[in-house]
């Protein structure tokens, strides 16, 4: 029972570049998260899927876009990177009104 | 709205002294609220939350939070410090309009020998 994956576990990118954030959950949960964490600034949540097939906005959105591909599985994709997105990101998934198991990481840099 | 405010970014406290973290939320009904820990390079690890039943909620690694409705406060607590808690601490609280989490911002545990 591995709980919530994540890759890659680091990257660095250039202006402009993208790439695709991966993320799996064995728990069977129906909900899933996408966050990013800045110094001083907690947890933002970037997108959310309440279930298979639904995606929602947070709070910080622009600059990315996600799928969720099967109930385990949900994705994060920056189609042109910026150096604002600079940042560790994390997934996370739960089921409804219950905590929330976050994944090891990912330590993003952009050039 | 539904938030959480962590006083404090940065606790220095002694290995056996007494660990306090203090979480105030705003919220117009009862509220779900939860602390994490976040040891360097990991994910969040949930340390306990408070559902409505109990208002002493008791977690892992010795750590205990009361909520204090009057005080609109959910304070952690740890009688005695070791070198291993040494991390982040983050207080949240589930917003009951759409289910998502606030997080606070957090507070950072150094621990002295």
């Known amino acids: 029972n591995a709980g919530v994956t994540q890759t890659p576990k680091f990257q660095v990118l250039k202006t402009g570049q993208s790439m695709t954030l991966q993320c799996a959950q064995d728990m069977n949960h129906n909900s899933m998260y996408w966050y990013r964490q800045d110094p001083g600034m907690g947890l933002r949540l970037i997108y959310y899927?309440?279930?298979?097939?639904?995606?929602d906005k947070g709070e910080v959105p622009n600059g990315y876009n996600v799928s969720r591909l099967n109930k385990r599985e949900f994705s994060l994709r920056l189609e042109s990177a910026a150096p604002s997105q600079t940042s560790v990101y994390f997934c996370a998934s739960s089921e409804f009104k219950n905590e929330q198991f976050f994944g090891p990481g990912t330590r993003l840099t952009v050039l | 709205a539904q938030s959480v405010t962590q006083l404090g970014s940065h606790v220095s406290v002694s290995e056996g002294a007494l660990v306090l973290l203090r979480c105030n939320y705003s919220?117009?009904?009862?509220?779900?609220l939860f602390w994490y820990v976040q040891y360097p390079n990991q994910g969040l690890q949930l340390l306990l939350k408070y559902t409505s039943a109990a208002t002493l909620v008791k977690g892992i690694n010795g750590f205990e939070a009361e909520f204090k409705k009057s005080e609109t406060s959910f304070h952690l607590t740890k009688p005695s410090a070791h070198m291993s808690d040494a991390a982040e601490y983050f207080c949240?609280?589930?917003?009951?309009?759409?289910?998502?989490?606030?997080f606070g911002a957090g507070t950072t545990v150094t621990v002295r020998a």
């Open positions: 899927s309440a279930s298979e097939g639904t995606t």
């Open positions: 919220s117009s009904v009862p509220p779900y």
């Open positions: 949240a609280l589930l917003r009951s309009n759409d289910y998502k989490l606030s």
